[in-house]
Structure formats: C-alpha cells, structure tokens
C-alpha cells in the first residue's frame, strides 16, 4: 500500500513566502520609483551640494568722492562667518560652539537662524561679520570639527573722516525682514548690507553691485578640493558728491561741539558745499553691524545725534523772519524805502506791551535800518497791517512751511501758523497780538535751516535753488524746482532786501561779525527764544542758562553776483550777531581764500572806512 506524505503544510508556508517576496518586491519598486522620479530632482541637488559648495563672493559698493576727489566713503576687506546650513547636524550643539568661541549671546545666534534669515535650505547665513583674529584663530582650531562652518573675506564699508559729514554721507546697515519684503530690496537675501541713511540709503540702488560666487568641490570634511566655477562680483558705482571736504572741515571745526547746524551751498545752482550737525554720530559703527547696547544708546540719547539737524530739525527763524516780512510789505506796496517807523524801545498795542530788543529803542526807523539794525518795533506796525492771513500766505510762497528737496530721506516741512491752523490743531480763534509775535519770528512758526537757506537763495538770486548733494545732474533723481513761488517777484524789491542785508554786515548792523574784508558778505542775523521772556525772567539763573535763545545767521556773497549761501544755527548760544555770525564769517572767509577771490582797491577803501566809523 503506497504511503502518501501530507505537504499542506509546506505548500502553506510557500504561499507565505511569495506573498512575503512579491511585497517585498513591490516595497523595493515604489521605493526605488520614488528615489529616482518623484524625488529625483531633490536628491539629485542635495547630492550635488554634499560635493560641491557655493561660497558668495560679495560686490563692494561705489566709492563715494567729494567734489574735487577726494575719497569719503572707501571699502575695506574684513572676514566673516558662514553656517551652511545642509551641513548642521545639531543646532544646538551649533549655538553652544558660537556661543563659547565667538562670545555671541544665544538669542542673537538664533535670530541669525530664524526661518526669516533663510532664503532656502541649502544657503549659507552670515552668522558674525568683521571676524577679529582671536576669533579666525579658535574657528581655523576646530574647522575639521565644523564642517558647517567657513569663512569668506567680504568688504566693509569704511568712512575715511570719522563723524565728518555723517548725516549728510549717512550709513549701512544689515537688511531687515521687513525691507526684505519691499520692492526695492527684492534683489537682497539676508545678511545683505544696504543703505540705510543718508546718501547710502538714498542712492542705494547706484551704489550696490552685482554679486558673485565661487562654487568649490569639497571632501566631507568641508575642505577644497579643487574649484569648480567662479563669477566675479561686480562693484557698485562710484559716486561724485557737491561737498568740498576743507568746507565741511571748516563747518564742523566752527559748530565746536555745540548743538547746532551749518549749511553751505552754491548760489548758482543748489550745490551743497558742506552739511554739518551736531551732535553726530560714528557711522563706522553700522558698518560693522553696530551692537544693540550702542544703538540703544544713540537712540534714547536726548540730544538726539541721529538726527539730521539741517533737514529734521524745526526751529522758530527769529528775525531772519523780517527779511520775509519786508518783502510780503513791498509787495504789497504797504510799505517802501522811504517808510518811517519811530521805535522808543517798545510799543502797546491790544493791551500789551510789546517790546523792542533795545530797550532804548532804534529812532527814527527806514526799512533799511529796520533789517540792518533788527528792529522789533518796525516789524510790529508791519505786521499789523498785513495781518495773519497774508503773512501766512506769503510765507508759503517762498518756501516756509514746504519741503525744500534735497535727494535725502527725512525732511519735515516746519509749519507756517494761521488761524486754520490754530483752530483744527488747537481749538481756539487766533489773536491780534499773536500776529505781532510772529512778525518777528517768534511764536508757533518753525522751519529748517534748509528752508532758511531757500529763502536766502531767493534774496541773493531771485530764484528757488534746487537743493542736491550728487554732483553728477544726469544721474540725480528729478527735482522740480518750485519757481511758481517767485515768479512775481519783484526785482527792484529784491535788491532793497539785498542792500539792506548788505548794510547789516558791513555798516555795523546786527550782523558785522559775519564781515569779510572785500567779499561783500550780505546777511541777516536772528535769535529765537525758545521760552517766553517772562518766563525765563522767572527762572533761577543756572536753569536760565538752559533755555537760551537759539542764534541764526543767513546770508550770501558776494553781493553781485552770489556764489556760496551760508546758513547757521547755534543752539541755546544767545544773540545770533554775537555766536552765529562769527561762524558764517569763517566759512565766508575760507570759501573767498580757496577760491581766490580777491577784492578790489575800492572795496578795500570802502572796508576801511567803515573800521574808521565803528
């Protein structure tokens, strides 16, 4: 009888085991079907990048020259650290290495690594910039170790004259996530340095270049092996700029430390020949990504030296507000060169004495001597019969209360008060005695030295200057002049303004410490109180001291045929003949020297007699 063997068990197990291969089979396809065409791409470039690494090679922005040359703003090469970031196995362990070797506190490493900094996964990040040799030194110790880790020499920016010029120049700064997101940095990544104030931040476009990059094959260790491809970066173009550096020099020489202003131009055309504030600031500092300590610092600082004094700073104009007070009367044919005012130091009008600011008072008062002298009293009646409504009117027309333009960011527009004005902001009707207040330039009205310097072009040339820092007129922004503002104006009333002017600093007015000998210097001087005189009357005498009035000066030469305006503003310094003045004469005195311009024997005959007289 034959013996049958029971295989059902086994046949059990065969059918197990191909169902285990065909599974397996099929795991194997669709993994391999995903590594080589769903994901191919992915793998295909992070295979590239484990061999080959890209390194930037990062443009140098344009030089930035003065108007003879000179070098203002130059680039220096410095070193800094690259993460990359395909390369970090613990980022932690990471944050603890930098934190140890570099001394950078751990929430700054983790803001470097934020997703916001990060323009893809296989980009490296700037982690620290203008690297010190101690710290090369430990990052070369442990390169092997730190694969994720490299250096690059990038240029830094470097101002060559410290704070000179700072606000004018301005300074760069890192990129923020918020400018990323702008349409003008849409060709930035993280860790770009931009303009971020003054000529850098305005022209930023002209002065960034083009970057480039070195891609480099690499061993696991992150060591070169060879290089693969190089692009080279191209620089940003150089710019020429109107400001003389001996000008500015001299500017920033004669402000001395104290709070103030000094802004000079060319007559003819706009040209900012120096631009000084102070306080200021060291713009070094952002070029080297300025610490949060030393930003906090500058910012919360109440003398504020951010801020750009000539462009940002609203101040009352004092009596350089006659000049524009005379001119609105003679237009208006209230008032002409033989108008006689007597001054006994002081008049009541509306119930109230106002005074003039020589007690004894001026006498018999023309218009001549009204601006050469800076009578209060004669301003006064003026005033009165113009009313607020066209004093208000014509301040506009030459520019107070208006952006001036000039290719910098931050200009305010100061403010020209009216009864408008008062009522919408205030609340209240305005005052008959308010008017007779800002005849004077006292009161609510505030301009800038800028828009001073405006008014002063219009005296010296009959013009609206078209204020611009770029030398070079076919690359400078557009700027339309308003000369729809002077149009009317009348020539022959402009030159009794010039004469006046003229009178006050070489016949012993107000202005005579802004003389030159033979440059027919024209000028007007202004002190603005900066607190009501009785209140300052009431004030102990070292907290006076505090609310000084501010000193202006403004003023052109030569008289002729004007070259350079020059505007000053000092501060709490006092009487502006006595501090400003002074300052213009020495910047008047340096631009005659530089330029040679020599006067005349009949000039020199003229400069004498008036010693001979004072």
């Not at 603890?96 to 983790?110: D, N, P, S, Y």
């Not at 910039?129 to 101690?134: E, F, G, N, R, Y």
């Amino acid at each position: 009888m034959p013996i049958f063997q029971d295989n059902r068990e086994l046949v059990s197990r065969l059918s197990w085991l191909r169902i285990f291969f065909v599974l397996a089979f099929v795991f194997l396809f669709v993994r391999l079907w995903s590594l080589t065409v769903v994901h191919y791409e992915n793998y295909r470039k992070s295979a590239e990048r484990s061999r080959i690494r890209t390194f930037p090679e990062i443009a140098p922005r344009g030089l930035i020259y003065d108007r003879e040359g000179k070098i203002l703003v130059d680039n220096v090469y410095g070193f800094s650290l690259l993460l990359f970031q395909d390369e970090m196995k613990n980022s932690g362990d990471t944050i603890r290495f930098l934190k140890k070797g570099l001394k950078m506190a751990e929430r700054t490493i983790e803001r470097r690594l934020s997703k916001e900094n990060r323009l893809d996964a296989f980009s490296p990040i700037v982690i620290k910039q203008d690297l010190s040799m101690d710290e090369m030194a430990y990052l070369l110790a442990h390169q092997s170790e730190r694969p994720e880790l490299d250096v690059i020499k990038r240029p830094l920016r470097f101002y060559r004259h410290g704070s000179l010029a700072a606000h004018a120049l301005g300074y760069v700064g890192e990129v923020s996530a918020i400018q990323l997101k702008e349409s003008k940095f849409e060709k930035n990544k993280a860790g770009d340095l931009v303009g971020q104030y003054g000529i850098e931040s305005f022209y930023n476009r002209m002065l960034t270049g083009y970057d480039g990059f070195r891609r480099l094959l690499v061993d696991s260790r992150g060591r070169m092996l060879h290089e693969v491809e190089q692009v080279n970066p191209v620089p940003g173009d150089g710019i020429t700029l109107t400001l003389d550096l001996d000008l500015q020099m001299a500017a920033e020489e004669q402000l001395n430390g104290r709070p103030g202003a000094v802004l000079v131009c060319d007559a003819r055309n706009g040209e900012i020949l120096a631009m000084a504030s102070h306080p200021t600031f060291y713009p070094n500092q952002f070029a080297r990504r300025i610490r949060d300590k030393e930003w906090q610092k500058l910012i919360k600082n109440p003398d504020t030296p951010l801020q750009n004094r000539v462009i940002q700073s609203t101040f009352p104009p004092g009596s350089i507000f006659k000049l524009v007070m005379a001119l609105a009367g003679l237009q208006r044919g209230l008032i002409n060169s033989r108008s006689i005012v007597e001054c006994n130091g002081g008049l009541t009008l509306y119930g109230h004495r106002f005074a003039c600011w020589q007690p004894e008072g001026h006498g018999r008062v023309s218009l001549a001597k009204a601006i050469r002298k800076s009578c209060n009293v004669y301003f006064y009646l003026l005033g009165q019969k113009l009313g607020i409504r066209q004093i208000a009117e014509f301040s506009h027309r030459v520019g107070l209360g208006v952006l001036a333009g000039i290719d910098l960011m931050g200009e305010v527009p100061g403010l020209v008060p009216s009864e408008e004005w008062k009522q919408r902001v205030r609340g209240e009707s305005w005052y008959a005695g308010e008017t007779l207040s800002l005849s004077i330039g006292q009161g609510p009205i505030l301009t800038t030295p800028l828009q001073l310097a405006r008014v002063a072009g219009i005296f010296a040339t009959g013009k609206v200057l078209p204020f611009h820092l770029l030398k070079d007129n076919s690359r400078r922004q557009p700027h339309q002049p308003q000369a729809s503002l002077v149009a009317s104006l009348s020539p022959k009333n402009l030159q009794l303004i010039r004469d006046a002017m003229w009178s006050s600093v070489n016949e012993w007015g107000t202005g005579h410490n802004a003389r030159v000998s033979g440059f027919q210097v024209c000028g007007k001087t202004g002190t603005a109180q900066t607190i009501g005189k009785i209140a300052r009357e009431r004030l102990p005498e070292n907290a006076a001291l505090k609310f000084q009035s501010d000193a202006w000066f403004v003023g052109f030469a030569p008289r002729n045929d004007p070259e350079v305006v020059v505007t000053v503003i000092l501060q709490k310094a006092g009487a502006g003949g006595a501090a400003a003045a002074p300052v213009a004469g020495e910047i008047f005195r340096l631009y005659q020297k530089k330029h040679k311009l020599q006067p005349t024997v009949k000039e020199l005959v003229r400069a004498k007699n008036v010693e001979k007289i004072g």
